[in-house]
């Protein structure tokens, strides 16, 4: 049962990270090779509020905010360059990140925080609150997406200058997309770093964004149940086969390139056509009556 | 109700508009015709704020547009059917209508979280494609339609912003002739009921038979304006179409 719990928690965890990136990448187009680095920065601000005294539930806000700012901030890079570009960019960030945590004394520097407190709730009822937050999550991200926010999203995501020609104030739209990512990567990470107790300047670094940015591409980009299902899937995959965990970039490069080579919708994709299928022929047999 | 004065654009050496101005009436139809390459579209996308111009101003009844985004001066009531289509194509025909028909809607980006309700949006899209019509295609994707269908749809989008000023580039290319004339009788319809208009075509049968008046460029220097039967007398601009 220990090992099913810490599992289900690790999961969840994943998929609050993933489901982060989507609301940046699957719904408003707005690429980030760096989201591990907010998910860092969320890590690191609530392990250093509840070292000092400050309780855990309060801690996760402030993470939030604080990875929301620097989002925000990073936001607004996405204003002056597109695509590859802001790939570049995004990439730079996370480099940043690791190299700055790096040399900070207070942040614990290499060595990294360890000793995080423990909310104190038992793994049960943690794994209980992260379940309870991933629903949370995913509720709003489907609610996100049938709003007037999402449907203007799509028109963002799919084309910048007849958004504006329309009257769309991209550039707002793109910032919040990224302070609404940005925010909940900030929660993953403080949930992970409550759950592991150690972290440190590596465990955001430039490959865990790339395996964030895995889950949602693979998932499908934008569609809410394909990314919980990537997440679910590749975060349990390493742990259950150890070579998975030694070649994880090769695995996940690969899956990569498969989707964006065969069927660049994902998972939700496939899942798309085989249903087109079915209903085309089905109609094909009611053609044939 | 909009004043363009002086207007020049410069693309790296090449000058595409040379000093045009000209002032449209509230109420008014205006056709814009020129040779292809003449600068039209260029002045259209000065006016929406794409292109920025090297000298002049744009002026909609007391504002003057220079230093305004493109969505503000859409949201001042401006409304552009292109002459280069660029449907959504990740939404059907009717949810491109619709998403712009709630433009009010999305005016204030963080409120639009909380607006869920498409249903009046639907209706008016729905009546729009019904008035250009291609309503029978309002669930397909874009990506499918012929040029006439996409071109329609264009201007569905444009009048789902309910706009003071339309601004149409060239509406009637890849309708046939009788869509043409139907579209046309549309137009005229439309500003009949007060809507203002200028309207770039190259269907000079049509645009004489609904302009009120015509401005007429060619090598981005306009080189004719007036009533269309005169204008179309003038010797300069019959060279410039003869070559
Ligand atoms: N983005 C651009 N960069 C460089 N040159 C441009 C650009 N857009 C237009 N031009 C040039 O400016 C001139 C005017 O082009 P414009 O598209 O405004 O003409 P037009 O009157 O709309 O022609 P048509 O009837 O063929 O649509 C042309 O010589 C064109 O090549
Ligand atoms: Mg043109």
Request: glycine share 10%.
């Amino acid at each position: 049962m220990e090992y099913e719990i810490s599992l289900l928690t690790i999961v969840g965890i994943s998929i609050i990270g993933a489901l982060s990136l989507n609301m940046i990448l699957g719904f408003c187009g707005q690429i980030s090779l760096g989201h591990a680095a907010f998910i860092g920065v969320g890590a690191y601000t609530s392990s250093i509020l509840t070292k000092s005294g400050v309780p855990f539930l309060l801690s996760l806000p402030g993470a939030m905010a604080l990875s929301c700012l620097i989002g925000i901030i990073v936001g607004f890079s996405s204003l002056r360059v597109r695509h590859d570009f802001l790939a570049i960019t995004t990439m730079g960030v996370s480099f940043l990140f690791t190299g700055v945590v790096r040399k900070q004394e207070v942040l614990g520097g290499e060595m990294g925080i360890a000793m995080i407190p423990d909310p104190g709730w038992g793994k049960l009822g943690y794994m209980v609150f992260v379940i309870l937050l991933v629903v949370i999550l995913a509720i709003f991200s489907l609610y996100l997406k049938r709003s007037w926010m999402g449907y203007t999203f799509d028109a963002v995501a799919e084309d910048e200058d007849t958004a504006s020609i329309v009257g769309v104030n991209v550039a707002s739209f793109k910032l919040i997309a990224f302070a609404l990512g940005t925010a909940f990567a900030g929660l993953a990470g403080a949930l992970y770093a409550h759950n592991v107790k150690f972290i440190d300047p590596e465990s955001f670094g430039f490959i865990e964004s790339i395996t964030v940015l895995s889950m949602v591409v693979i998932g499908g980009t934008g569609s809410v149940w394909g990314v919980i299902t990537a997440a679910a899937v590749l975060s349990v995959f390493p742990l259950w086969f150890q070579f998975i965990d030694d070649y994880k970039l090769l695995v996940y490069g690969t899956l990569l390139c498969i989707v964006m080579l065969f069927s660049p919708q994902g998972l939700s994709g496939i899942v798309a056509d085989l249903k087109g299928r079915l209903v085309n022929s089905k109609e094909g047999l009611h053609a044939a009556d | 109700m909009l004043q363009i004065n002086d207007i020049t654009v410069d693309f790296g050496g090449v000058r595409a508009v040379d000093q045009v101005s000209f002032v449209l009436k509230k109420g008014e139809l205006l056709g814009l015709i020129g040779p292809n390459g003449a600068g039209k579209t260029t002045l259209m996308r000065v006016i929406t704020g794409s292109v920025t111009p090297s000298l002049g101003t744009v002026r909609l009844e007391d504002r003057i547009l220079n230093k305004l985004p493109s969505y503000q001066r859409i949201r001042l009531g401006i409304g552009l059917s292109q002459q280069i289509v660029s449907p959504f194509r990740s939404m059907t025909v009717l949810e491109n209508v619709a998403f712009v028909a709630g433009y009010h809607k999305t005016k204030n980006p963080i409120a639009s979280l909380f607006k869920v309700n498409r249903s009046p949006e639907n209706e008016e899209a729905k009546r729009l494609l019904n008035m250009v019509g291609i309503e029978e295609v309002a669930s397909s994707s874009p990506s499918n339609l012929p040029l006439g269908y996409l071109k329609r749809l264009e201007l569905a989008r444009a009048l789902a912003l309910k706009p003071k000023l339309l601004l149409l580039d060239e509406p009637l290319a890849g309708l046939n002739q009788v869509e043409a004339v139907q579209l046309s009788d549309t137009l005229w319809e439309l500003n009949r009921k007060g809507q203002t208009i200028i309207l770039i075509e190259h269907n000079l049968s049509e645009v004489i038979r609904i302009c009120h008046r015509l401005v007429v460029i060619d090598n981005g220097r306009k080189i004719g304006e007036g009533e269309p039967h005169m204008v179309m007398n003038d010797a300069d601009v019959q060279s410039a179409y003869l070559g």
